[in-house]
């Protein structure tokens, strides 16, 4: 029964309740081929003693508690492989001995789990190694939790869960994936030379590799028109029927055939993901494809974001490293959105003329929405999905800067507006905390004052400030929340 309480916990209130059932949906995501599952070393830490008392049997807690709820926490992510499981003294020496053994079993992160008193030496062996260490600590396990802030402050990439709950297991594996899958990931770019918008250091394409993981693949718009040249009409068109026109809400200004050329590019940029081994996609959409013969990516993109992967306009880089870590990290997709203050309600008006249809994770229902065009130009297919249900839930936005800093900020939906068919096609209105404080402090004081590096966010579903401040620990970054915090000046 506790374990089925723990599971029910952490599936609803961390954001990865996409995640259980979400490998069966991901593997429908255009024949684009999984990520290779994430080796996680378990270590169980402490034979007993004074603490949790002298009477514990730890074998007896790893097989009744913890491997059951590994083995589950392994079919709910479906992208971990435990191995190890080694029960070893609370010291130095036991963990440095352990070390080949991690190395041997080709482990790309570590979980260590405290069961008995000791005073934290292994945590630092572990972390040392440089792979993305957690440590759940339950209470009575010891005091050892105590040194992981400081351990942290030396830049060790390691978290740590205290906690009586096991669902806190769940989250810190879900985050242990993140640098792993960053590191194995491509990212195609579709556009001219130096189209890439966003900070100067995501622009450079081999700063995003030593730094962060993904390798980026240029696309010329030449290359890929020929790429759309080649798309199945049929094929377009039977996406066009089956998953757009025949499931929305209203088509409002497109005409058929401009909806089945928006999906043969959708089907375009899904071949060049499969050729290249890529799970994200960005295009400059605006200014550097033909839209005459292409019409607009954001049926593709929204496509996407519903099954898993990431596709990001306007080639921005920021938003779409961005999109990518959060999507290994709690399974949901991301929309990205010019926000607009309005002080007056105390609010932030998300808005944008792309977004998701299942905001919840790809096993979550499809929203309603309308095919709609372009409303900068009134031209190709978009979309405008409503998110009315979900008025009350929150929401965080996030933007990673320089490679270095992310910023962030949460509210709760309160409205979904069509402010009298202005700007973008689908707006959210978000309550926040002091709208005018955060007017004053938009940017955190990290950011350089070109339009597109200081516009754009990424809505998710869900609280993650917490989870999101694990994951900077476990990738190297800074954290600042936006609005309350900036950085000083040099």
């Known amino acids: ?235 377009a068109r039977e996406e066009a029927e089956t998953h757009w026109i025949s499931q929305a809400r209203e088509i409002v200004e497109p005409s058929r055939e401009e909806i089945v050329k928006s999906c043969a590019t959708s089907l375009a940029m899904r071949a060049l993901m499969r050729e290249h081994g890529a799970r994200a996609i960005t295009v400059k959409c605006l200014g550097g494809i033909p839209i005459e013969t292409l019409g607009y990516p954001c049926l593709g993109f929204s496509k996407m974001l519903d099954e898993g992967l990431v596709g990001a306009c306007e080639a921005d880089m920021d938003s779409t490293l961005t999109m990518l870590m959060f999507q290994y990290a709690f399974g949901l997709p991301g929309f990205i959105t010019d926000p607009l203050i309005d002080a007056g309600r105390n609010a932030v008006i998300h808005a944008h003329c792309v977004a998701p249809t299942r905001m919840g994770g790809p096993a979550a229902p499809r929203l309603p929405f309308s095919i709609r065009t372009h409303r900068d130009d009134n031209r190709g297919a978009s979309l405008e999905v409503f998110m009315d249900a979900d008025i009350g839930r929150t929401a965080t936005w996030a933007k990673l800067a320089d490679l270095d800093t992310i910023l962030m900020t949460t509210g709760k939906i309160i409205e979904v507006c069509d402010f009298d068919d202005r700007g973008c096609r689908t707006q959210v209105v978000t309550e926040v905390e002091n709208a005018r404080e955060l007017l004053a402090k938009w940017g955190g004081g990290v950011l350089p004052d070109g339009m597109m590096e200081l516009l754009h966010r990424v809505l998710f579903y869900g609280d993650h400030v917490e989870s999101v401040r694990d994951l900077a620990r476990l990738m190297g970054l800074k954290v600042l929340l936006e609005g309350k915090e900036m950085r000083a000046s040099a």
């Not at 081929?33 to 070393?41: G, H, M, T």
């Not at 594996?173 to 899958?181: F, G």
């Open 1 to 235: 029964m506790a374990l089925s309480l723990n599971r029910r916990a952490f599936l609803g209130s961390t954001g990865a309740m996409a995640l259980a059932g979400s490998a069966a949906a991901r593997s429908a995501a255009g024949g684009i081929a999984e990520p290779a599952p994430v080796r996680v070393y378990v270590v169980y830490l402490g034979t007993g003693g004074a603490w949790p008392k002298p009477e514990f049997d730890a074998p007896r807690e790893i097989a009744q508690r913890f491997a059951p709820h590994l083995a589950a926490t392994a079919a709910a992510l479906g992208d971990v492989e435990f191995c190890g499981g080694d029960l070893i003294a609370n010291n130095g020496a036991a963990a440095a001995a352990l070390l080949p053994k991690i190395t041997a079993a080709r482990a790309d992160a570590i979980l260590v789990i405290h069961l008995a008193f000791g005073d934290a030496t292994p945590f630092r062996v572990f972390a040392g190694t440089g792979r993305p260490t957690a440590v759940f600590s339950q209470p009575f396990s010891g005091h050892d939790w105590m040194y992981v802030p400081r351990l942290q402050k030396e830049g060790l990439r390691l978290i740590i869960g205290a906690s009586r709950d096991l669902g806190e297991i769940d989250r810190l594996v879900a985050l242990l994936r993140v640098p792993v899958h960053m590191r194995r990931s491509k990212i195609i770019l579709v556009g001219p030379p130096g189209c890439a918008a966003g900070t100067a250091a995501a622009r450079d394409f081999e700063k995003v590799r030593a730094r962060l993981g993904p390798e980026v693949v240029q696309v010329t718009p030449a290359a890929f028109v020929e790429v759309h040249a080649s798309v199945d009409r049929a094929a």
